[in-house]
């Protein structure tokens, strides 16, 4: 079966200091989902990527999914304490949107003031 | 609009117990799937439902098994509790042939 490895697992930067999560996928990517997720809360979509070498932004977060669709990284710039929390990176099971979706194991950031 | 909630947010229960957690799926979506969260670990797929029916499940033993009604909500219901259930659970919604799954808060249960 499919699986997502996220690195690094924890991360702690300076505020003001960029910063890129990876998630690496043992088989070819169909469709790759960032989510942030607060501390025993839900999950927040952030973006969703589908296209080999496509990227997406929002406000200071940047998703991209290489060309062979089987890595994405997650890239913030300029980090904020608002940005602290877990980031997971999720994968469809399937070849198309079915919406049963496989995570990483996440990667928690800490943003020191 | 209104988003995911789900019921209730916290529970503790003993081994050997059965519970039940509920979702309302965001309005317009007609999808749910419940995801298991263990501590320091990613969400686990458990199964999807929809029209009311169970639309694909993960690796998890029958005693865990759901419902959806007709206006898109469900229930997740774990018999014969185990310590190892002891997680968050969360629901998603969406709408079927949309990419992008919306999240409740989760229910988190604890069983001693």
């Known amino acids: 079966s499919q699986e997502l490895e996220q690195s690094p697992q924890s991360l702690i930067v300076q505020e003001g200091k960029n910063l890129t999560i990876n998630c690496t996928s043992s088989k070819t990517l169909y469709g790759l989902y960032w989510y942030k997720q607060k501390y025993g809360e839900g999950l927040i979509f952030l973006m969703m990527l589908q296209k080999g070498g496509e990227e997406k932004s929002h406000e200071k977060i940047t998703a991209k999914l290489d060309e062979k669709k089987q890595q994405s990284s997650l890239h913030i710039t300029a980090s904020q304490p608002s940005h602290a929390g877990i980031y997971l990176c999720?994968?469809?099971?399937?070849?198309?949107?079915?919406?049963?979706?496989?995570f990483g194991q996440g990667t928690t950031l800490q943003v020191k003031p | 609009e209104t988003g995911v909630t789900q019921s209730p947010t916290h529970l503790i229960k003993t081994r050997g117990q059965q519970v039940t957690l509920r979702c309302s799926s965001q309005s317009g979506h007609n999808t749910v799937s419940w995801y298991q969260q263990a501590l320091g670990q990613g969400p686990q797929f458990i199964f999807q439902y929809y029209r009311e029916e169970e639309n694909g499940r993960g690796n998890f033993p029958p005693r865990f098994s759901g419902l959806q009604f007709p206006n898109y909500s469900s229930e997740l219901n774990v018999n014969a509790l185990e310590l190892d259930d002891s997680a968050l659970y969360l629901c998603a919604s969406s709408l079927r042939g949309r990419e992008t799954q919306y999240f409740g808060p989760g229910t988190r249960l604890l069983v001693l």
């Open positions: 999720g994968a469809d099971h399937g070849s198309g949107n079915t919406g049963k979706l496989i």
